[in-house]
């Protein structure tokens, strides 16, 4: 910095001096977001964990406090075991399809056809439109008498007939049942999920030298030898930021459940945000619904952890 | 030989292009067809429900654009969109650049911290919020989405426009300030105008994230003027037991595809954005 003093002619306290301090301007630049951070996510993260040890209501929000009581009465009540063993399903379940069919989609999508601008297009768009409006879309598709895969599967003879392969009734009553109703939840999911999951990964293929290709290529390994070889092992690093992405805006979501099945049929595709919601804002149960959503903070911090690591990492290379 | 190989090859990828377009496409298609059809067609199970039995008509369109709230869900989500967009700008462009250029060693931590704030869901934060709005007087009101939606564009915002501003060399910083500008001054002048394509993508993930908000619209707003489309449409479109299928469905389709569309042309960017960590660190 030895030098801007030297074009600094107005002396030491002036705006020009004022302009050119890098100690002041930078941590002013970074002051606005940081306090917004804390002001919206640092103390309400603070106020739920306030929440979840006293006995606060929507009604009464004196808060007195009453240990881990909370924690141990939701313990006991089955909808909240439910809700708790459904989020770790249905996301489990989702991650490892997504991340499946993903490294297919990204394989794929990184070869060149004609169309694929279209065919990229159609492919993001569960991704770019509002997850409830899309949810809208399929509980239509899903419908309980008139979904037009049970009108194909009946065209088919496949249903709708006595001895048909699935059944002699009209309909599947996907939302009505709980094994396809959980099925349903997850198909969505995987839908909704995959595009982002694929371009990531694309990008991570793409990053791929073409040197280490082509030099794979002149050593005669055929296609299978080099995707596990050099391309999985190369983008696995990727493949986790995929995941992340993934499980965040997965555990992040409530509209599936909410639109498609409201938790039901009874409370058996409850997932952890929904239940909270129906006790924290629906019966205004603050304290208990605060403790529910608390349960996903454990997910976060494997995530947080994976992440931090994953960055230390990268700063070594 | 070698050519029917090769064929086998591409009718191979073109059918597995295919079957993801039709696992993906098939909810949408099926709005586009289902919004124009009329009642005594939709609703009868016997009638191939992929074809117009019946002639194609606007009256459910025309329900939905004169007879429901959806215009007013439209325009709620408009000015919230408006508003969150000019917020995050305000407060992530200044700190991206403090992050990448101006506070050193420990801006690299920093920055990992914002982006791990990316990771907090909203399914976590949403009942004490809710407090915080109802205290804060907004309840009810578009400004408390205008107030928390932030939380979640400003982190992603601040990291993607981090990377735009690392890609800028150093030399055309110092050049500047050689010429007499100011620190401040030679960001404003130089930097800003180089970024502006960085700018255009955050502004365009902004706003469709903020469309896409679904818990934080259904905590805290419960009167139908103030809803946004994500929670509107599902909530007030249906009546009691009774569901609009057509409204509904043209609803969806008439935010979806707009939104698709954009985010195809910013794709390349989110990419980049959402890789940065894993290339760059």
Known sequence: MEENVALKPRGRFGLRYWTDREDLLGPLFLFPAVIYIIALVGIPFLIALAYSVTDVTAGNTSLDFVGLRNFQAILKTPQFLTSLGNTIMFTVISQIIIIILANILALILSTDFRGKWFARFLIMLPWATPIALGTIGWLWLLDSKFSPIDWVFRYLHLLGEPGALLGAQKNLFYLGRLELAKASIILIYVWRMLPLSAVILMAGLTSIPQDLLDQADVDGAGFWRTLFQIKLPLIIPIMSIALLFSLIFTVGDMAVVYVLTRGGPVYYTQILPTWAFYKGIESGALAEGAATALFLFPVLLAVAILVLRFSRRTEVT | ?281
Request: glycine share 6%; proline share 5%; hydrophobic share 55%.
């Open chain 2, 1 to 281: 030989m070698k050519n029917l190989k090769r064929w086998l090859k591409r009718s191979l990828l073109y059918g597995a292009v295919g079957l993801f377009c039709f696992f993906s496409a098939s909810p949408f298609v099926w709005m586009l067809i289902t919004m124009f059809k009329e009642d005594k067609d939709l609703y009868r199970s016997a009638n191939n429900p992929f074809l117009f039995n019946e002639p194609p008509t606007l009256e459910h369109l025309d329900l939905l654009l004169n007879g429901t709230n959806f215009p007013v869900f439209l325009r709620n989500s408009m000015f919230i969109g408006v508003m969150v967009v000019l917020i995050t700008l305000v407060i992530s462009i200044p700190a991206a650049y403090s992050l990448a250029r101006l506070v050193g060693r420990w801006g690299e931590r920093a920055g990992i911290g914002i982006f791990l704030v990316y990771l907090v869901p909203p399914t976590l934060l949403f009942i004490p919020l809710a407090r915080v709005v109802v205290s804060l007087g907004l309840h009810n009101s578009l400004w408390s989405m205008v107030l928390v939606y932030p939380t979640i564009t400003i982190p992603f915002s601040t990291w993607l426009l981090m990377g735009f501003f690392k890609s800028i060399p150093k030399d055309l910083e110092e050049a500047a300030r050689v010429d007499g500008y100011s620190r401040l001054k030679s960001f404003i002048k130089v930097i800003m105008p180089l970024s502006f394509s960085g700018v255009v993508a955050v502004t365009a993930f902004t706003f469709t994230l903020t469309l896409h908000e679904f818990v934080y619209a259904l905590a805290f707003v419960t009167s139908s003027a103030q809803r946004t489309i994500s929670v509107g449409v599902p909530t007030e479109l249906v009546r009691g037991d009774v569901f609009y299928w057509q409204s509904l469905m043209a609803a969806a389709a008439i935010v979806a595809i707009p939104v698709g569309i954009v985010y195809n042309i910013f794709l390349d960017r989110l990419v980049a954005g959402f890789t940065m960590g894993a290339v760059k660190g």
